[in-house]
């Protein structure tokens, strides 16, 4: 299967989750973090860093649940970055 390449947009809103769920990390690591999402910490570095930058909903989710944020919360964060 070919993957459409990201358009500049999408790589943009993939940097600013990964910043987000960064920030809302804090002082815990990296692996603490991964594993109470259920996820490795190879995935979570990829999403922090925006090499994945369209990660699967439910990962998403995941990574929410673990750092106390609501799925809500985090798409307003997201979009109030996009506006800035």
Same mark, same amino acid.
């Given at each position: ?13 993939? %940097?600013? $989750? ?14 603490? @973090? *991964? +594993?109470? &999402?259920?996820?490795?910490? %190879?995935? $979570? ?14 990962? @998403? *989710? +995941?990574? &929410? ?20």
């Amino acid at each position: 299967m070919v993957r459409t390449p990201l358009t500049p947009e999408e790589r943009e809103r993939g %940097e600013r $989750l990964g910043q987000l769920l960064r920030k809302a990390r804090g002082d815990r690591s990296m692996a603490e @973090v *991964a +594993a109470v &999402a259920g996820i490795s910490a %190879e995935t $979570l570095r990829k999403i922090e860093t925006g090499r994945a930058p369209t990660p699967a909903f439910f990962t @998403v *989710a +995941a990574l &929410a649940r673990a750092l106390g944020l609501s799925m809500d919360d985090l798409v307003v964060r997201c979009a109030l970055a996009q506006v800035a």
